[in-house]
């Protein structure tokens, strides 16, 4: 059973940033084509980001340029750097495989002055 544990959320002014992590386990394969996605209050989920796992990667138009993914296959861990933070970009932030599987329990990130 795979397990997702997100980390690395929490308050920041606008303009600065974060790092999330997210670990990957329970699984005896190695890691998938793995996602960022993210839920405003009162909002559906979106997909922000993605990234294979020969590292090719794929971004929303909102965050193209200011958000950045990456792995570490070897720690099965998944990074969101995030720069350049708005108020819009306030959510719950989730990472999944692709195609999805169970989800965590995801990490509050808040930008506010």
């Known amino acids: 059973q795979v397990q997702l544990v997100e980390s690395g959320g929490g308050l920041v002014q606008p303009g600065g940033s974060l790092r999330l992590s997210c670990v990957h386990s329970g699984s005896a394969y190695s890691m998938p084509t793995m996602a960022w996605y993210r839920q405003a209050p009162g909002k559906q989920r979106e997909w922000v980001a993605q990234i294979s796992p020969i590292g090719i990667t794929a971004y929303s138009w909102s965050v193209k340029g200011r958000f950045a993914i990456s792995r570490d296959n070897a720690k099965r861990t998944v990074y969101l750097q995030m720069d350049s933070l708005k108020s819009e970009d306030t959510a719950v932030y989730y990472c999944?495989?692709?195609?999805?599987?169970?989800w965590g329990q995801g990490t509050q990130v808040t930008v506010s002055s």
């Open positions: 999944n495989q692709v195609p999805n599987g169970d």
